[in-house]
């Protein structure tokens, strides 16, 4: 099975670690696997190490020549099918497939914001619908999204999974280290926090985030009189980052199905996630708590029950860990895109 892969982002995040995951899991070792991603980022080589060769794309951007040259590659490596990754992989993914290649397409979380630029986007994925018929959803939230904005008519659910330990590395301490693991984006609404930081009092408590991006300047800028939070910057590390904090904390406005929260968990770290879309298969299985996203005061009350409460940090470790090991781990995730890759040819 020959299968080109393109991303336009190969930088630290959910994606591109995402897709580093399924080309380096064990069951893609049969698949004979391609890359389309940008040159010169943190995951680039990683992600072009475990393929049988690479075509570099512009980071977040269409080059019709790219295109042109993606078409040839396929010719010449005899590509079977396509599975992109992203709205902007995603673009030419389905263009590619008007040339008889079929097409897998992995939306990686779905937002529409109510702006021209906006509108813009959400009608051009209306309209690339049309050259492909197999779509997957990272979670039933995103598929209902993907559903309700007419992107896709049907999809496959294929939730993220991460590598899990098989003995939970937690332990309970008395402090109180809140990890952040993020892009410093509007998404991510670390502006949020920093906003309910400012109007609450909280002892004993500190916030430490590692992660950069597009609002990083700002950010810094807002949060210069908050002393209990500090950003680290860029991990490549992310797993060292978790096991030194004591919780792991989500301010995200939405998600498709995070893995920053699935690491945490495979980490054993307990988790206070908002009650946005991406997060509710982690309430079903009641492995988090949840605090109202835009409520300082409940944000303040769930972190001080944390705090105290060490039976309940304790127990939400338990079951995190347990549902990373037995439902959503690597091997499962990669299992589950391959039987997609086999309805499809």
């Not at 019709?64 to 993606?70: E, Q, S």
């Not at 992995?106 to 630029?117: A, D, L, P, S, V």
């Not at 001080?304 to 309940?312: M, T």
Request: contains cysteine.
């Amino acid at each position: 099975m020959k299968v080109l892969f393109i991303s336009s982002r190969a930088d630290i995040g959910g994606g591109p670690k995402h897709l580093l995951d399924l080309l380096s899991s064990d069951a893609f070792s049969k698949v004979e696997k391609y890359v389309a991603i940008p040159r010169g980022h943190e995951l680039s080589s990683a992600i072009s190490s475990h393929s049988n060769g690479a075509l570099f794309i512009p980071h977040r951007k269409f080059s019709f020549w790219r295109f042109i040259l993606l078409i040839i590659f396929c010719r010449e490596k005899g590509i079977q099918l396509i599975h992109s990754h992203g709205r902007g992989a995603g673009v030419y993914s389905r263009l590619l497939s008007i040339f008889g290649i079929p097409v897998v397409h992995t939306f990686h979380g779905i937002h529409h914001e109510r702006t021209f630029i906006g509108n813009l986007k959400l009608n051009i994925d209306r309209l690339l619908k049309l050259l492909a018929e197999h779509y997957i959803c990272v979670s039933e939230d995103e598929k209902e999204k993907a559903l309700n904005y007419g992107v896709c008519s049907e999809a496959y659910v294929v939730p993220n999974g991460v590598s899990c330990t098989p003995i939970n590395p937690y332990t309970v301490r008395k402090t109180l280290k809140v990890g952040l693991l993020a892009r410093l984006s509007y998404q991510k609404g670390i502006d949020i926090l920093i906003s309910h930081l400012n109007s609450i009092t909280l002892k004993d408590i500190t916030f430490q985030i590692a992660g950069s991006g597009e609002n990083e300047l700002q950010l810094k800028e807002s949060a210069k009189e908050t002393e209990a939070l500090t950003f680290l910057g860029k991990t490549l590390e992310p797993r060292s980052f978790l096991l030194d904090c004591d919780v792991f904390l989500s301010t995200s406005r939405w998600e498709g199905f995070p893995l920053s929260v699935l690491e945490a968990m495979a980490c054993g770290i307990p988790c206070l996630l908002p009650d946005v879309t991406g997060h509710r298969l982690f309430k079903e299985n009641g492995c988090a708590l949840f605090y109202d996203l835009h409520s300082a005061i409940d944000f303040k009350n769930k972190l001080e029950q944390l705090k105290s409460d060490y039976e309940l940090r304790l127990n939400l470790s338990k079951k995190g860990h347990h549902l990373i090991k037995e439902s959503l781990n690597l091997e499962s995730m990669a299992n589950r895109t391959i039987s997609v890759y086999q309805k499809v040819l």
